[in-house]
Each structure stands twice: as structure tokens, then as C-alpha cells.
């Protein structure tokens, strides 16, 4: 076994550290050593936290910590916020609150760097969110950013993600032309000490008419994280998802979905990971890029066949 895989079973927190870290790097050994610790795959609930920025995201994710150390679960917490350049716990908004945290051996706490592309950011997330898993954490905590395709992508891992909406913000036309609606198993009414609240609700509750969802319909829960308010009620839906996930054959059906999506995209990745390479090293063909009017359709068509015809990368 991967030396680090066997430190991650036995709950070295520093071996987990650096296996993100080989994860984010993207090290050669790096689908070996993931393979390995799938298989030592617990049942972690992965709870996706996403919204605009400044919709409390942060905030939340604290007071949901608290309320879950409380009732002795172990809880990870992963924050991708790729437009925040800041590293630790200063990404997590409320510092003072959360560095209380940082010394409980049942919390980790990683913010997820913004080396590469977004597209690798992505990726890096979801495999972090295994790599917790297989060390046996209860409940992984995910704040993402709700503003694009990368982010959905991160999503499509989470057992439950929860959207936070706030009132009078007018971020929910943005969300719902992101495509940032129909992710959502629930959503967050956070901030609702201030104004707005019931025509927010009305909004989302107009909207699921439409979407007339089939199976679960996401609720509406109203939280004040300043105030910890609703994060008992947050906790029962979050919880009520789960059990609709494991226990009805609509559950069921969504988690054998999400497998195939996320099969789809391992391929996917794989693939343009050896075209791209296949293509990079190939000096002729890097010279055809000097021609800057040259058929980009023709281009792709023939070299496409090509690397098929040669059945692959044969480079490793
Ligand atoms: N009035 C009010 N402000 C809040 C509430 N929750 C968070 N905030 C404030 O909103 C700001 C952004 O919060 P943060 O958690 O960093 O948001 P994030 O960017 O979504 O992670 C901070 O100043 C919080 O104190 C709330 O329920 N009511
Ligand atoms: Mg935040």
C-alpha cells in the first residue's frame, strides 16, 4: 500500500495534509495512491455549502461545525474560494470563531490552493473529499463559491448541497442562469434578520412550481448564523436528505446517476490529459500553431483520428 494511504488509515492528520498536497501538485502517483485510499472508503455525508460571496457561507459552515462537534461527529471542512487569495483560516471569514477550532483533533480544516486551472481546482477538491473520507471523518463540509462551472462540478460529488440565498441581494437571477438551482437539495435563507425575506421565499417557491421537482423537494430554511438561528433546522433537513439518499429508490437512482457523472468526467479528464500531452510534445504539429489562420475544425478532426488510431498516449 501507498505509504501515506497506510498513514491515513491509522488517522495521521499529517499524512492527510500531504496527501492533499500530492493531490493539488498533481504527482504521477497521485490515481495510484487515490485508487488505494478509495478502498479504504468510509461513509462520509458530503454536505456541499455554496452562494454568492458574502451570503454567509463561511459563517454558516462555523456554527454548523459547532452544532456537529456537540454531538461528537467528526467534521472536515474544505473551502474553495478561488477568487480569495488568502490561505487558512482567514479564508473562513469569521477567523477569531473558527481558530477556536483548529486545536480540536476532530476538525480539519483545508483551504484549497488556486494552482492551475479552475478545471484542476475542481478536481483536486473532489479528491481531497475522498482522501477525508477514507481518514474517517463523519460529515465533510464543502464552501464553495457559487459562480461557475467548476464549482458545479464540485457539487456533483456532494451528497447534499445546500444553497444560502440572502434577502434583497438579488444574487438568485445570477443563480438560477448559472444553472445553480437545480443542484440544490436545499436552500438557505441566511440573514433573515434583515428585510425581504418572505418575497425571497415566494421567489423559490414560484420557482419550484415550475420545476415541479420530481422525488425530493428542497426546502426552505430560514438561518441567522450571527445569531444562530435555524442551525438545529438546518442540521434535521440536512440529515432528512441523507436518509431520503440511502432509504428511497429515488435516493437511490440520483447516487447511481452522480456515479456515472463523475465516471464520465474521470474518462473525460483522462482523455484530453493524453490528447494534450500527445499534442504538446509533438514539435511539427506545435509548429502548425504559427499559422494563426489555420482550420481549427480540420485540426482537431485529424489529430483527434490520429491519436485514436495510435490507441492512445504510449508515452508512459
Ligand atoms: N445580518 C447578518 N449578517 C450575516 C449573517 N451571516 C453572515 N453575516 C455577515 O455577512 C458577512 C459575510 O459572511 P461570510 O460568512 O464571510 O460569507 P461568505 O463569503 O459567503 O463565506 C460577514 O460580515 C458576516 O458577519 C446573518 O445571518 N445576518
Ligand atoms: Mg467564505
Known amino acids: 500500500m501507498h505509504p501515506l494511504a497506510e498513514r491515513i488509515q491509522q488517522q495521521d492528520m499529517r499524512a492527510l495534509a500531504r496527501a492533499i498536497t500530492l493531490v493539488e501538485n498533481d504527482a504521477p502517483e497521485k490515481l495510484d ?15 456541499g455549502i455554496t452562494g454568492s460571496p458574502g451570503a454567509g457561507k463561511s459563517s454558516l459552515v462555523n456554527r454548523l461545525l459547532t452544532h456537529l462537534r456537540e454531538q461528537d461527529l467528526t467534521v472536515a471542512v474544505i473551502a474553495v474560494d478561488p477568487t480569495s487569495p488568502f490561505s487558512g ?18 476538525i480539519f480544516i483545508r483551504s484549497m490552493a488556486t494552482r492551475g486551472s479552475l478545471g484542476g481546482l475542481a478536481r483536486a477538491t473532489k479528491d481531497t473529499i475522498r482522501v477525508c473520507d477514507a481518514y474517517g471523518f463523519d460529515v465533510i463540509l464543502v464552501e464553495t463559491v457559487g459562480v461557475g462551472q467548476s464549482e458545479l ?37 441566511n440573514k433573515a434578520d434583515l ?25 426552505i430554511v430560514q438561518t441567522i448564523s450571527t445569531q444562530n438561528e435555524g442551525i438545529g433546522e438546518l442540521w434535521s ?24 457523472l463523475e465516471v464520465y468526467d474521470l474518462i473525460r479528464e483522462e482523455i484530453w490529459r493524453d490528447v494534450e500531452r500527445t499534442i504538446e510534445s509533438d514539435q ?10 489555420a482550420d481549427p475544425y480540420q485540426l482537431a478532426k485529424e489529430w483527434f ?4 488510431g495510435k490507441g492512445g498516449n504510449s508515452h508512459d
Open 33 to 47: 495512491m487515490l485508487s488505494e485510499i478509495f478502498s479504504l472508503k468510509k461513509n462520509a455525508h458530503y454536505i
Open 89 to 106: 483560516g482567514a479564508l473562513l471569514g469569521d477567523r477569531v470563531r473558527m481558530n477556536q477550532h483548529f486545536t480540536d483533533p476532530g
Open 284 to 293: 511539427e504539429k506545435q509548429q502548425v500553431f504559427h499559422n494563426a489562420s
Open 237 to 260: 433537513e440536512i440529515r432528512r436528505h441523507h436518509d431520503y439518499l440511502y432509504q428511497t429508490a429515488k435516493g437511490e437512482e440520483q447516487r447511481q446517476q452522480q456515479l456515472k
Open 153 to 189: 462540478d464540485i457539487m456533483k460529488v456532494a451528497d447534499t448541497t445546500g444553497l444560502v440565498l440572502t434577502p434583497n441581494s438579488g444574487d438568485v437571477l445570477q443563480i438560477f442562469k448559472a444553472g445553480i438551482m437545480e443542484i440544490a437539495n436545499l436552500f438557505i435563507i
Open 195 to 219: 428585510p425581504g425575506v418572505q418575497r425571497l421565499k415566494t421567489t423559490l417557491e414560484e420557482y419550484m412550481m415550475i420545476a415541479n421537482p420530481k422525488g425530493w423537494v428542497p426546502p
Open 305 to 308: 483520428q490520429e491519436w485514436k
